[in-house]
């Protein structure tokens, strides 16, 4: 596992956001980083899907859901400081 793959495609190295939390080859900020890419890719495919556009098998919320709670587990304010300005969460 490379932390660039993991970066890249999160759901293709992790079977789950919680197991990103229990990654021992992370550190701290490395998990937060895999998270918010999972979280960003979350939000993406909601979207689409409201667009009717879904791209990918699965449910979105729930994996959203998921990374959310992750990100807390780890002490990470998941909403953030400042709210996004995409719909997506992103920049």
Do not use: F
Request: charged fraction near 35%; include cysteine.
């Amino acid at each position: 596992m490379s932390i660039e793959k993991a970066l890249l495609d999160p759901a293709d190295v992790y079977d789950s956001p919680a197991s990103v939390c229990d990654d021992t080859r992370l550190s701290q900020s490395q998990k937060v980083e895999v998270l918010r890419r999972w979280e960003y890719d979350a939000r993406s495919q909601i979207v689409a899907e409201e667009e009717n556009m879904p791209d990918q098998e699965g449910d979105a919320g729930d994996t959203l859901d998921q990374v959310l709670e992750a990100l807390k587990k780890l002490g990470e304010n998941p909403d953030g400081d400042h709210p996004a300005p995409t719909k997506q969460g992103g920049v």
